[in-house]
């Protein structure tokens, strides 16, 4: 089992979004961004299953994931590997692990059910740019991805 370590918990709070990779019972990928997430602890995350019946039925079949924090701005992050387990609301450890999904869904989205990923391995993540271009800083990085999405920083 893999570790979570402090530049994964940081650069994953800065990512806006993961993206939960299943697989069906029938073979077929299945890719969904997740708006709520929050690591438990050193080798576990938690996500809310706010509308994802397919994902919830994939691992229902087939526990196996990977789970991709990336931050769009830096262009790097963590690719997660390992098995994961959907708990409903009446299950005895939802409250446990659901705790810090409810409170960012507050009342505007219901979370149906957590999904509790036991971390296997842990990858880095990285830009082409990190290869193609190495002398790039990380503030020319940031200005790069702001000017090609249109944001203005700050605003």
Known sequence: MARINQTFREEAQRAVLCWL????????????????FAIHDDETLVIADVLSTNSVRNIQANPLVCVSFVDVFAQRGFKVEGDARVLAPEAPDFRIFAVPLLA????????????????????RIWAPSYTLVPERTDKE??????????VRPGT
């Open 141 to 150: 990085r940031h200005a790069e991805a702001y000017q090609r999405y249109g």
């Open 104 to 123: 960012m869904a507050g009342e505007t989205f219901p979370v149906r059910h957590a999904i509790v990923v036991h971390v296997a391995r842990i990858s």
């Open 21 to 36: 990779a299943t697989v069906s019972a029938d073979g077929q990928p299945n890719v969904t961004p997740k708006e709520l």
